[in-house]
Structure formats: structure tokens, C-alpha cells
């Protein structure tokens, strides 16, 4: 399973990919943890990004594509992964829908987690002076003014990913100013589709995809030469196809139908 989980900074993102994983066996690619990573190792990236992140900024896109480049082709990630935090703009949307489709890869599905950004910067700021009075460490690009900065690259650069992926029918959207069952419970939901398993194709059962290759062999003439067959077989396919996608109409992310709008989003029960 691959899957986006896309919202602002503080929607819960870490939270609910942290569940998926447990949940799915898939591994988290969180690009702020790996950069963090780079930071603290002083690595050449490390370097390029410190300052940009201190400031709330986003780090140049072919540097956070190129980590996940390589972050994708790792064994761990083989079963499936869930990205949290990438992509963050249309151009790096661009360069990991090409990534995916030089390896033969789809994405399963892009959550959106749908917060209101007035409060999330309330609980934030309360967090943040929690942890300063208990004596915690913070993340530096975690206080008021930088949050703010992150919260206006997240509108004005990662918004449009809505959009994005919208087109593609692979969006759905989860309450994410619910409790925390409650938003895995959506995704769930939402994901449901994109795992369960195909039904197995044996001769007599009687679902619609099941009764494509009987209509297909009523629709097409009979023949006796191998052109006949392989023609029959194509119409066969075509018929199968037809059937497989309306089998699908309404259950998953990946619509048919589902065009330029952002109302083509799945929105759950309670998402916002
Ligand atoms: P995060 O932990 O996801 O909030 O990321 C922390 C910081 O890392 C962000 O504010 C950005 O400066 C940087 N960062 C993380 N992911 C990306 C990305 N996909 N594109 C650009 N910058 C990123």
C-alpha cells in the first residue's frame, strides 16, 4: 500500500502514519525526520537545509525529491510505504508521479486531513509552552512565528496538491480536528478499498466481473482461427475491463468521474 497523508503542520500526520504503519506493515518516509537526520549529521543536504528549516521554509524540491528517490528504492519500502510531510509542492507531486511510474508503482490513495488552522494554532502554541514549562526539548521551527511561516508554505505551496490529486480521483478527506481513533477509523475507511482483495476468477461465480467473460464470449462471433481467437480473447478483455471499473464505481478513492474538482474528493462521515 502507498499512501499520502497531506494537512499542515501539527494536523496529525506523524500521529496517524505512526497507526498505518502498525497497522499495514508499511514504513513511514517522513522527509522533515530525514532532513532533521541530514542536520544532525552535518551532512551536505544537513547543511543546505538548516537554516531554510529554522526559518519555516521549504527546502528546494530536488533536494527532497532526491532523498526520496533514493528512500523509495530501499528494501524496507518494497511493501508499501506511507509519506508524511512529501510532497509538499505541485513540482515535487510531479517528480513522484513520474518517480513512481519509472518503477511500475501507484499511489493507493491521498488523505487529506482537514483541520481548522485557527484552532491548530492555539493547541500548538499551548503545546509548545507545555513542554517549554515542563523543561522539554523543542524542535527549533517549532515556536509561534515559525509555525506561522510553515502554516502560510503549507497554503500557499502544498494547498494546491488538493487540487492535484483531486484530478486524479486518488483524494479523500478525513475530519482531522477529531479524536485520534476517530481519524484513523476514516482513514480506515477510506483505505478499506485499496487493499481488500480482488475476487478470485473462477468459472461459474456470479459476480458482475465474473459474468464479463460469458457476456464476452456471447458478444463475440465465433471462431475456429487463431485471428478469431485472439480477437474473441481482446473483446473478452475489453468486456472484463469495463466490468472490473464499474465493480469499483463509488468504492475507492480512484473514481471514475472523479475530474478537476475538488469535489471529487471521498469525504467520510464527520470529515470536514
Ligand atoms: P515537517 O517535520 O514535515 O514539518 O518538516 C519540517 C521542515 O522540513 C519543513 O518546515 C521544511 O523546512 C522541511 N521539509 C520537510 N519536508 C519537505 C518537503 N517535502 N519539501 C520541502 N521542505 C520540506
Redesign the pocket.
Known sequence: MRVILLGP?GAGKGTQAQGLIAKHGIVQL????M??TAVAAGTPVGLR?KS??ER??????DV?VAIIADRIDQPDAKRGFVL??????VP?AEALDRLLGERGLKLDAVIELKVDEGILLQRIEKRIADMTARGEKIRS?DNPEVLKG?LF?YREQTAPLVGHYASKGLLGRVDGMAAVDDVSAQISRILAPAKAPRAPRKAGRKSTAKAAPKAAAMAAPKSKSRAGRRRKSKAAMAVKRTARKGARAGHGPRRPGAKTSQDSAKTVPGGG
Open positions: 503542520p517522513s522527509t522533515g525526520d532532513l532533521r537545509a531554510i528549516m519555516g521554509e521549504l527546502v528546494p524540491d527532497v508524511d510531510g512529501f510532497p509538499r509542492t515535487q521551527d510553515r508554505a
